[in-house]
Structure formats: structure tokens, C-alpha cells
């Protein structure tokens, strides 16, 4: 039967062969695909052959724009390399454009969108395997089973992102594949060695003897990559099962799954034991085993699996695969040292502890961004990143309170010294948390950045892609590969430090790409002195599973407070916001673009009750609330605070809430009379505090422009449908960006519109916005003021408020850009959040101005103010909708940019903005931009008219109140 088996690979490999080294190279580039998906049909129709070789081409195309992000551009490709598939009859071309275009929904977050495609890719596999030779399945070589089991594994992981646990479990057991054979007696028989051979044939012209020596080569690398393929899956299948056995606390079934995939990927095999998928699966394992024990109290055996598991790393020389194990150890250590009583002892045991996190710390701020490898630890490892930023700085956290002494104002000594790393890991995880979202979104940062690089950089990806594909992906024609694995794998590894070469030269070309992809987190005593000064408080937060913690930071000490654990915190957030914008009374931006009551006309996404302006309104539901979670949040600071500016560096849901409208004392009913923290203090908000140094950085050398900037730029009342009336006049109607279901603007406004249940609607393209009419008499409010103050302001409405206009037309002029349209705050997926602009007669873009997008706009240092935010609290994460825009604004130019927190009533907000501006342009006397939006708060205020929080607390300025 061996005997057999090694006939067949020799038959097979020789016809490979002998295609590889024809002189003819049209061969190889014109000979179409079978409808197996295995051997070329030479005498298959010419058209035919060529459709599939333009649809073919289509999905190389699509798949190079979809790993740089470009939904909108790769979407048309894909769907040709669909149709083309589909014309041909053939199912691998069918399942290949299928799972790329699974690949982008699942990008888009559309992952209910996403599962019908891989379902789809999954039954055409399936059919290519039962089409495929007998001979090729016989020698177990078959691609197409692979890519069969390989859908399942996506479908699975879909399932669990989508946290349908029981689901993904069913579908990890609809994988049948066999426990490999990776001893050494399997080593030995698979005949390891050749591998040299291929070298020599790969450098010279082929002869007699070197195709014959050839053969069985190729025949040795048709049984490398299947056997690599089977521990892929095999491994695949039993960590996710591992994964689901852990989430359910069935800590001996996973320890099960990852025993057996720790025993197949263990290393004794020098035919895969080396190659990238395998060594990650095997630390992985170790590292999972290393969890499950640290779950069961066994913190002696939980260290041992991290320490396997970070020497297995360290001479792979995958600092990809080091941090999960050395987060573990100190993980073990930490736990290890709760228990013990005396306090010299715990901070021994804890500063133990601390050296694997620090190590930890360092391997992860030494990781490129955007490169594959990011990519495969989200689903590989029971740990992110951001537990290791959580845990070392709350350690850090409780190590300063047991030093200081009791009833201490300000710390000192060795109290200061664990509060002040504590504090700089915080801002370190924030800096990392937005380079995570750049990177899941795949966001493509090119302004100021010299194009030469940013090409090398888009063509080292793109071959990383193609090789990864080669080595454990869907091939588009399901050849084997020409190069033995070990060769590939080498040839990643070259190209992954080459890009991280390109990304220093990028980074030595353009200061500002610099500061955004590896910005230095300041120490307390830089930001002291380079952020506050004797009028400022920096509070940050960072709410914890366990415990939460406050820095309070002046320029001359520092204060560190613990507070509840998160879940209490975002309870107390949602009462609040639910006082402010109660449930019963919200009208989605979709629905109010279908009701017929044109009475919720004033309303930018949420109506308010009849009654909600009446000056005595009561507010004692809103008082309990409000009070509640100042004393949480703020009173422990109370002494600190009193009359300063406070700088707010949020975490979580408080970054959804306007402390302005915290109210500091029990008891009140009357909104206009309340104690609001506005009323004594000025408040201003910061993505961290090393963020503000670097803005005032930046902008500093763009002052001189900045002062002499006259002009003042609003884009306001977009058209959002073609009902609209205005469509009528354009000179086309239609709506620019793909399908609807691809296009992001869609997904972003379902998700903020059903809560995140968003895909249906999404996908059905029914989605529509209100027409926010107040817009474009503010537009024309402001720009009166702005001609009053001597600026000179345009105005761009109706199809002018477009995508286009904004990113080509020359917007660093001016001092100021008002934005008065919707936009979205997408705290579950911010990576679509955004402001839309016109969705009509777009003749180039989409009409929804996102995030990625925003970061390549070319600003001068003008104030920013988005004056229609709509909020979707989804899953909290850090605020990362705010944070991401704003940021965005920021490194686009802006020091300070202005969102509001939820959708707003025109008639009010048309007056808070026009008394914003009157004081912020006035000549005398000078006033920035936090003040004067302070004052235009308190004079809404005493109004009474517009008194409730609704009216006039949801505009929060972020960055440099300066």
C-alpha cells in the first residue's frame, strides 16, 4: 500500500512537473482552471478559459484591496470574479470569490452577511472534492478538502464572534478530519531531506536527471503541504473547540482539546515543526493549557505551560507568540501573590510578578502594526493585548496604595514611583488601543507620507498575502507549490523585516506618522510639565473587571483614587444618559426619516416630549442619577478639583458623558437651579494626555498660518436620499459606493439605529436618514457672525456637502470647519464611525467620511465642531468612536475638535452654536474655544427654555483648550 501510495505521488508530481519547467510560458499563465479546481484543461473553450482567467485576476485584484481595507473598491471586483465563477459552472472559482467576499463582510462586521458567503464557499469546495481525481484523493493531496474544512473553521469563528458559542461548537464538530501522524517514525517515512534537491533544481536549467530527481520532490511537497494542511485544520478544530470548553467553564474539556493540539503541533516533525501555523498552534497550546490551569488555582503548572510556551517562542524568534505567554507568567505570579497577608511579602511577590508584565509590555510595543501576524493572534490566544495594559497597571495601581501611607493627599516615595508607571502603562494602552483600531480597520494612513514607501509598503503586504495563501490559505487554483514550505516560510519572514524597515523609513520621513503609529507615552512629570498648568487638573481613568482607578494629576503632584469595578460604573453611566435621553422618548435617525409626522422635523435623531423644554420641569429622576455617579466618579477627587479646569482622560462608557452635567449636590427639582459641575468649573476632554502634547507639537508649527487664517468653512444639510426632494434637480440621483450591504455608511447607521442588530436591515439597503433641516439655517447663522467678525465664510449645502469636495478642494485655510450633519459614534465597531455627507450624486466615494479617511485630510489648525453625532453604545470598549474621530481631526491638524455625544434638537442647537460662535469670534474680549462654549452652556441655562442637560450638555470639546 506504501508502495502504491508513492506510485501515485510520483505519477502526479511528474505531470506537475513537466507543466513547471515547460519552455512555453503562456502555459502557465493562459490554460485554464477544470471545474474541479484541480488539473489544467488544455482543451477547454478558449472564451470560457478566459473569463475565468479575468475572474481569476478579479479576485487577486479584490483580495490585494481588501487586506489595505478598501471595502468600496474590492466589492465590485469580487462580485465580477463571483459572476465569472458562476458562468463557468466551475465551484472552486465559485468558492474562492465566495470566501473573499465572506473576507469583507466579515471586515464590515456584517459577520450574519459574512456566514451565508462562507456557507456558500463551503458547499462549492465540497463540490470541487467530490469532482476531484481519484488518484489525487487517494494520495490524500486533495485542496479542495482542505478549503472545505477550512470554511467550517471561518464559520465557526464567525459563530463565536457573534457569541453564538453553542453554534460555533456544532459547526467545529462538522469538521472531519484525522489525528496527523507527526512523530518521527512519520518523519522518516515521509522521507525529510529532499528539500535540498528542490534548491538545486530550483537554480538550474532543468535535464533528464534533474526533472526525474524532480518527481519525487514534487511528490515530497505535495505530502508536506498535506500533511501541513491536516494539522491546520486538526489543530484549528480541537483549539476552538479548547476556546469554547474554557468560555463555558469546562475546564477539563478544554484542557482535553488543547492536549491534543499541543501533541499533534509539538515539534517532532522537521517537515512542518518549523513552519509558521504549527509553531503558533503550539504555543498557543501551551499557553491555553497554561490559562486553564491558572483558572483551576494550579499556579506551579500554569507557570511551567507559559514558561514551555515562551522558550518555544523565543527560539522561534515570534515575539508574535511571546507576550500571551509572558502576560501568563505574571498573570500566575500575580494570583500567587493575593494570597499572601503580610505586605512586605505581597509587594515582593507582586514586584515578581511585575517583571513578566514589563517584559510582556516590551514585546508588544516592539510588534509591527498591519503586518499578517497581527492578525492571527486575536483568534489564536485566550488573552489580548489589552489585558496585559489592564492588569500591569492596575498591579501597579494597588502596589502604590499599599505603600502609601494612610490618609495621604498626594503620594511620595515608593507610592509615587508604582502610581507613576502605573499611570504611563494606561497611557501606553491608549496609544496601542488606536493603533488596534487602525488596524482591524485596516486604515491606510498616507498623508505626509512620501508615496514611493507607502507603495513599497502596499507591495510587501500584498506578496505577504500571497504567500500565506501558498502556505496555509485558499489557493485560487489549488496547485501545489513549486517551493518546498520551509523555503516559503523563509520568504515571509524576509518580507516581514523588510516592512518593518519601510515602516522606520516611513516613520524617519514624516514626523507626524511618527507621533500617531509609535507615540511615546509621557511620565507624569513630562506631562506636568508640558500639558498642565496651575489652573489644570488631569483626571484619566481606567476601569478594571475588579477595581477602577483615578488618577488625579496637578503640576505638582499626584493623587491616585480606586473606585468601583467597571460594570458598576457603566450601570450608573446608562442610568445617566437615560435621564438625559430617556429610552421612552428616542426616535431613531432611521425612523424619523420614515414617519410622517413632520412635527419630529426639529430633532437631529431623538425627539423629546412635548413638554421636555418647560423650564420647572422636574428633575429628580435626573438628579438621583446625575449626583450618583458624580460621587463615584468625581467627589473622591473633590478637594482637588474645586474651581480648576479639569482635563477628562475617559475610559469606556464615561466617555459617552458629559461631566458638565454632573450635579454635585443631592436634592433639586428645577433643571434651571441645579448645582451642575459646569457651574463651577471649565471641562475639557483629551484622548490621553500625551495626545495633548503632541497636538500643541504639531500645530505649533502650523501657528503662524493659523493666526492669519480668515476663513470659516460650513458644510451643512447633505442630501441623504433620493426622495429627497433636491435629487429631482441633480444631474443624477444615483448613490455612489457598491451595494448596499457592502457599503459602510449602511452598516454604520443600522448598527446606531437597532442597537447593533444590524445586518438585515443593512443588508436589504432600507436603511434611510432624516433630513436635518435646522442645519442650514445655523450654516447661514454662523456664517453671519463669521462676516461680523471679519471672516470670510463659505457655505457648502445640499450636493456641495459632499465626500469629494472635502478631501480635494483646498480646506487648510481655514480657522475654523463646522460640520453640521450626521455622524456616527460606533463604539461596538469604530471603525465605522464617521460623518455623512451626501449619499446622492456622488461621483467619486460613498458619501460616509470615516474615520480611516479622515486621518488623510489636509488641515490647517482649525477648531473642528461636529454639531450632529448620533452615539451607539454597543459592547463598550474605550470609547473608541470618540476617540477615533476625534483623533482622526486631530492628526489631520486640528488641536481641538468639538462632537456631540448624541443627536440634538435643531432650534436649540441652532442657538447654543450661535452663541458659541459670538463669543468665539468676538475681537474683545479673546476667548478660546472651552470657554466660550462654557459660557454659551450657563447663559442656556438661566434661559430655563433650553435648561435640561438634553439641549445643552451634549457637545464636549476634545484636545487643546488652549
Request: net charge positive; charged share 20%; proline share 4%.
Amino acid at each position: 500500500m506504501k508502495f502504491q501510495r508513492r506510485a501515485i505521488n510520483w505519477a502526479l508530481s511528474s505531470a506537475m512537473l513537466l507543466s513547471s519547467v515547460s519552455p512555453l510560458p503562456a502555459v502557465a499563465t493562459t490554460t485554464a482552471l477544470s471545474p474541479g479546481g484541480g488539473a489544467p484543461l488544455p482543451q477547454q473553450p478558449r472564451a470560457a478559459g478566459q473569463q475565468l482567467l479575468q475572474g481569476a485576476d478579479a479576485l487577486r485584484q479584490g483580495r490585494a484591496l481588501l487586506k489595505r481595507g478598501k471595502t468600496d473598491q474590492a466589492l465590485p471586483l469580487l462580485e465580477t470574479a463571483l459572476k465569472s465563477a458562476k458562468d463557468s459552472g466551475a465551484p472552486r472559482p465559485q468558492a474562492a470569490a465566495f470566501d473573499a467576499l465572506g473576507d469583507l463582510y466579515a471586515l464590515l462586521g456584517l459577520y450574519p452577511v459574512a456566514l451565508k458567503h462562507y456557507e456558500s464557499a463551503h458547499e462549492n469546495f465540497a463540490a470541487a472534492d467530490q469532482k476531484e481525481g481519484v488518484l489525487k484523493k487517494a494520495a490524500g493531496l486533495s485542496g479542495n478538502k482542505f478549503n472545505a474544512d477550512l470554511m467550517l473553521a471561518k464559520i465557526a469563528e464567525t459563530h463565536y464572534r457573534l457569541g453564538n458559542i453553542a453554534e460555533s461548537g456544532s459547526v467545529y464538530q462538522r469538521i472531519q478530519v484525522e489525528k496527523p501522524d507527526t512523530g518521527a517514525a512519520a518523519t522518516a517515512k515521509r522521507g525529510f531531506g529532499v528539500f535540498n534537491s528542490v534548491k538545486n533544481i530550483a537554480s538550474g536549467t532543468p535535464s533528464a536527471s534533474t526533472v526525474t530527481e524532480g518527481v519525487g520532490v514534487v511528490g515530497k511537497i505535495q505530502e508536506a503541504v498535506a500533511l501541513y494542511h491536516q494539522v491546520i485544520i486538526y489543530t484549528n478544530q480541537e483549539l476552538g473547540l479548547g476556546r469554547i470548553d474554557f468560555y463555558n467553564k469546562n475546564l477539563d474539556g478544554a484542557k482535553k482539546h488543547f492536549d491534543n493540539a499541543l501533541l499533534v503541533a509539538g515539534g517532532n516533525n522537521p517537515l512542518i515543526a518549523n513552519l509558521g501555523q504549527t509553531r503558533r498552534f503550539r504555543v498557543a497550546a501551551r499557553t491555553s493549557l497554561g490559562d486553564v490551569a491558572l483558572r483551576q488555582g494550579k499556579f506551579k503548572d500554569a507557570a511551567k505551560f507559559y514558561t514551555d510556551a515562551l522558550n518555544g517562542a523565543k527560539g522561534d524568534k515570534r515575539l508574535d507568540l511571546q507576550w500571551p505567554a509572558q502576560r501568563g507568567t505574571g498573570k500566575a505570579r500575580l494570583l500567587a501573590a493575593a494570597s499572601e497577608r503580610d505586605a512586605p511579602k505581597k509587594l515582593k511577590a507582586m514586584n515578581e510578578a511585575l517583571v513578566s508584565y514589563r517584559e510582556a509590555l516590551a514585546t508588544i510595543e516592539t510588534l509591527r502594526q498591519g503586518s499578517l501576524r497581527a492578525d492571527d493572534s486575536r483568534t489564536t490566544f485566550l488573552a489580548s493585548t489589552k489585558d496585559v495594559f489592564d492588569e500591569a497597571s492596575g498591579a501597579l495601581a494597588e502596589m502604590a496604595l499599599l505603600s502609601a501611607p494612610a490618609g495621604a493627599a498626594t503620594l511620595d516615595g515608593p507610592a509615587l514611583a508604582y502610581a507613576a508607571e502605573a499611570f504611563r502603562i494606561v497611557e501606553q494602552g491608549r496609544a496601542r488601543s488606536l493603533l488596534d483600531l487602525l488596524s482591524e480597520s485596516r486604515a491606510e494612513i498616507t498623508e505626509g507620507v512620501p508615496a514611493e514607501l507607502l507603495k513599497r509598503k502596499q507591495g510587501n503586504l500584498e506578496q505577504q498575502q500571497e504567500i500565506a495563501q501558498q502556505l496555509s490559505g485558499v489557493s485560487l487554483t489549488g496547485e501545489t507549490p513549486q517551493e518546498s514550505l520551509d523555503k516559503l516560510e523563509e520568504k515571509l519572514e524576509t518580507l516581514a523585516a523588510e516592512y518593518d524597515s519601510i515602516e522606520n523609513q516611513i516613520r524617519a520621513a514624516s514626523p507626524r506618522y511618527a507621533a500617531l503609529t509609535a507615540l511615546q507615552p509621557l511620565t507624569v512629570e513630562a506631562v506636568q510639565q508640558q500639558v498642565l498648568d496651575d489652573q489644570t487638573v488631569l483626571l484619566e481613568y481606567s476601569l478594571g473587571n475588579e477595581n477602577s482607578y483615578l488618577w488625579a494629576v496637578t503640576n505638582k503632584g499626584l493623587s491616585l483614587l480606586k473606585l468601583p469595578a467597571r460594570q458598576a460604573i457603566v450601570e450608573q453611566a446608562a442610568a445617566l444618559r437615560d435621564q438625559i435621553v430617556p429610552q421612552s422618548l428616542r426616535r431613531s435617525i432611521v425612523e424619523l426619516a420614515s414617519s410622517p409626522v413632520r412635527g419630529l422635523s426639529d430633532e437631529r435623531g431623538l425627539g423629546v416630549s412635548s413638554n421636555a423644554a418647560a423650564g420647572g420641569a422636574n428633575a429628580g429622576a435626573f438628579v438621583a442619577a446625575s449626583h450618583a455617579l458624580h460621587q463615584t466618579v468625581l467627589a473622591p477627587a473633590g478637594a482637588l478639583v474645586k474651581d480648576k479646569r479639569l482635563l477628562i482622560v475617559a475610559d469606556g462608557a464615561l466617555n459617552y458623558i458629559p461631566f458638565e452635567a454632573l450635579v454635585t449636590a443631592a436634592g433639586g427639582t428645577n433643571y434651571a437651579a441645579l448645582p451642575y459641575l459646569v457651574t463651577t468649573n471649565e471641562i475639557a476632554y483629551a484622548p490621553s494626555a500625551s495626545v495633548v502634547a503632541a497636538i500643541r507639537q504639531q500645530s505649533g508649527g502650523n501657528a503662524a498660518a493659523t493666526a492669519n487664517a480668515r476663513g470659516l468653512l460650513v458644510v451643512a444639510d447633505p442630501v441623504f436620499d433620493n426622495a429627497d426632494p433636491r435629487a429631482k434637480t441633480a444631474a443624477t440621483a444615483a448613490t455612489a459606493g457598491g451595494t448596499p450591504a457592502a457599503r459602510p455608511v449602511e452598516s454604520a447607521i443600522a448598527d446606531v439605529a437597532a442597537g447593533g442588530g444590524a445586518a438585515g436591515a443593512a443588508e436589504a439597503g432600507k436603511v434611510r436618514l432624516a433630513r436635518l433641516n435646522g442645519t442650514r439655517a445655523e450654516a447661514q447663522q454662523i456664517g453671519q457672525l463669521a462676516r461680523t467678525a471679519g471672516l470670510s465664510p463659505d457655505i457648502w449645502l445640499d450636493f456641495d456637502a459632499n465626500e469629494a469636495n472635502v478631501k480635494t478642494r483646498d480646506i487648510g485655510k481655514y480657522r475654523v470647519l463646522h460640520v453640521a450633519t450626521h455622524g456616527l459614534l460606533n463604539s461596538e465597531r469604530p471603525q465605522f464611525t464617521g460623518v455623512v455627507l451626501s449619499l446622492v450624486g456622488n461621483r467619486e466615494g460613498d458619501g460616509f467620511l470615516r474615520t480611516d479617511e479622515i486621518f488623510n485630510l489636509k488641515l490647517g489648525s482649525p477648531l473642528v465642531m461636529l454639531s450632529a453625532c448620533e452615539t451607539g453604545l454597543g459592547k463598550e470598549k474605550r470609547g473608541e468612536g470618540v476617540i477615533g474621530l476625534t483623533r482622526a481631526f486631530m492628526y489631520a491638524g486640528a488641536p481641538t475638535v468639538g462632537v456631540s455625544l448624541w443627536s440634538v434638537a435643531d432650534r436649540s442647537t441652532a442657538d447654543l452654536m450661535t452663541d458659541f460662535y459670538k463669543r468665539l469670534l468676538a475681537k474683545q474680549p479673546a476667548s478660546n474655544a472651552s470657554a466660550a462654549m462654557r459660557a454659551a452652556r450657563l447663559n442656556m441655562i438661566a434661559g430655563k427654555k433650553y435648561s435640561e442637560p438634553f439641549y445643552w450638555a451634549p457637545f464636549v470639546l476634545v484636545g487643546d483648550w488652549r
